[in-house]
């Protein structure tokens, strides 16, 4: 009994092996077919990357293509709303311009055509025999002679068969054998006829060759009218232009921007000169010049200086340092004043003046402080910017920069009574 059991137990066992080993290879031709699909899967998985990374490069070259094409857009463009206009602008510059040279070409060639057609017209006047042109017109035949001529030539004819006739008459048979000689006659006839006819040929071809002359000519003619019109407008235009340039004809060589601004001077100058006596005690007076200026070589914005001691004209570089500050804070402050009335009354309520202060003695000093207190009343506010120590005990409100360790500066608001 036991071995019957062992035995089916075993047998149990060997079925149960047979399954695990069935199973066993089920599960190698499983994980075969799994590998196999994952090797497939990396494939793909690594085409994939190599895809992305290409279309990853090429995101970037077309975004750099795209910048350059809006950059060459923009240049295109230039300074118009778009490329289209401009291009039109062009467009028209070009095909103005190209109507300029064929007009011009278009002259050129109808003067060779003209002078081509002047030689064979000679050639063919001197083969036909004649001098010149009005020769030829004087040997013309009119049509009425033509015809006289002809109907000579056939009552000829007739008078000739009649007596062709009359001598084949019964009683004239006791006329000469020999014929009568009409051969050297017709001979002559008809090189005169040849002649004739090469002759109305050359004045029917000089005519026509006329006829194309006195067209052209009067092209011609048209051609230099309207050459001869945008001449004179492109003179006049070059002209303003180079006179605006400050270039010959202007004789001063003051552009535009130049005599506009020499006009403002004037008047910046007029109101200086108010505040510049009273700080110089009325010893300088400024005055615009329009001589040439050395340093640029132009005219207009120049400057002199009348010394009422000395009674002459001096250049603003013989002042000494304390006077070219008088000058030039007169000059700012009469700037100040025309910039107020351009405005239509708008005021400059603030004026900062930095340095200069320290080269005036003690009473030009006090006497441009005294000009400063009255801007001051005025309604406006002066800041002076300075280190002179008599300033900083005559100036109430002050702030004082100092600088500390470390490369900075500190502000301080300091008040004096």
């Given at each position: 009994a036991e071995a019957t059991a062992s035995a089916d137990h075993a047998r149990s066992a060997l079925d149960a092996?047979?399954?695990?080993?069935?199973?066993?290879?089920?599960?190698?031709?499983?994980?075969t077919a799994l590998q196999e699909k994952t090797d497939a899967i990396a494939s793909e998985l690594d085409s994939a990357h190599r895809r992305r990374e290409g279309l990853a490069a090429a995101v970037v070259?077309?975004?750099?293509?795209?910048?350059?094409?809006?950059?060459?857009?923009a240049e295109a463009r230039g300074d118009q709303p778009s490329v289209q206009q401009r291009a039109e602008i062009l467009r028209l510059q070009v095909?103005?311009?190209?109507?300029?040279?064929?007009?011009?070409?278009?002259?050129?060639?109808?003067?060779?055509?003209?002078?081509?057609?002047?030689d064979?017209?000679?050639?063919?006047?001197?083969?036909?025999?004649?001098?010149?042109?009005?020769?030829?017109?004087?040997?013309?035949?009119?049509?009425?002679?033509?015809?006289?001529?002809?109907?000579?030539?056939d009552q000829y004819e007739?008078?000739?068969?009649?007596?062709?006739?009359?001598?084949?008459?019964?009683?004239?048979?006791?006329?000469?054998?020999?014929?009568?000689d009409v051969k050297g006659p017709e001979a002559e006839v008809t090189r005169l006829e040849t002649e004739l006819q090469e002759a109305f040929r050359a004045v029917l071809t000089?005519?026509?060759?006329?006829?194309?002359?006195?067209?052209?000519?009067?092209?011609?003619?048209?051609?230099?009218?309207?050459?001869?019109?945008?001449?004179?407008?492109?003179e006049t235009v070059d002209r303003l232009a180079s006179t605006l340039r400050g270039l010959p004809p202007n004789t001063m060589r003051m552009e535009l921007e130049t005599f506009v601004l020499a006009a403002q001077l004037e008047e910046i100058v007029q109101i200086a000169n108010i505040r510049?006596?009273?700080?110089?005690?009325?010893?300088?007076?400024?005055?615009?010049?329009?001589?040439?200026?050395?340093?640029?070589?132009?005219?207009?914005?120049?400057?002199?200086?009348?010394?009422?001691?000395?009674?002459?004209?001096?250049?603003p570089d013989s002042l000494s340092g304390g006077e070219k500050f008088q000058a030039s804070l007169a000059l700012a402050l009469g700037l100040a004043d025309v910039v107020t009335s351009r405005a239509g009354g708008m005021r400059l309520d603030t004026l900062f003046i930095d340095e200069g202060f320290g080269s005036l003695d003690a009473e030009t000093l006090d006497i441009t402080m005294a000009t400063l207190d009255n801007l001051r009343e005025g309604g406006r506010t002066v800041g002076l910017i300075s280190h002179v120590e008599s300033m900083q005990e005559s100036i109430p409100a002050q702030l004082s920069v100092e600088s500390v360790p470390g490369g900075w500066s500190v502000i301080r608001q300091e008040a004096r009574l």
């Open positions: 092996a047979l399954a695990a080993d069935q199973e066993l290879n089920r599960c190698r031709h499983a994980l070259s077309a975004r750099a293509t795209l910048a350059e094409a809006e950059k060459t857009i095909e103005l311009s190209q109507r300029l040279l064929d007009a011009k070409q278009a002259r050129q060639m109808a003067a060779e055509y003209v002078g081509v057609e002047q064979r017209v000679t050639e063919a006047l001197k083969q036909a025999g004649f001098g010149d042109l009005a020769e030829a017109k004087t040997a013309t035949i009119p049509q009425q002679e033509q015809d006289r001529l002809r109907a000579d030539v007739a008078r000739s068969e009649a007596v062709r006739l009359t001598l084949e008459a019964a009683d004239l048979s006791d006329l000469p054998v020999e014929p009568v000089i005519e026509r060759r006329l006829d194309q002359m006195r067209r052209l000519a009067t092209q011609i003619a048209e051609q230099q009218e309207i050459v001869a019109a945008e001449a004179r407008q492109f510049l006596r009273t700080m110089t005690d009325d010893r300088y007076t400024l005055r615009h010049s329009d001589a040439i200026e050395t340093n640029r070589g132009k005219w207009g914005l120049g400057l002199e200086v009348l010394d009422a001691h000395a009674g002459s004209v001096r250049s």
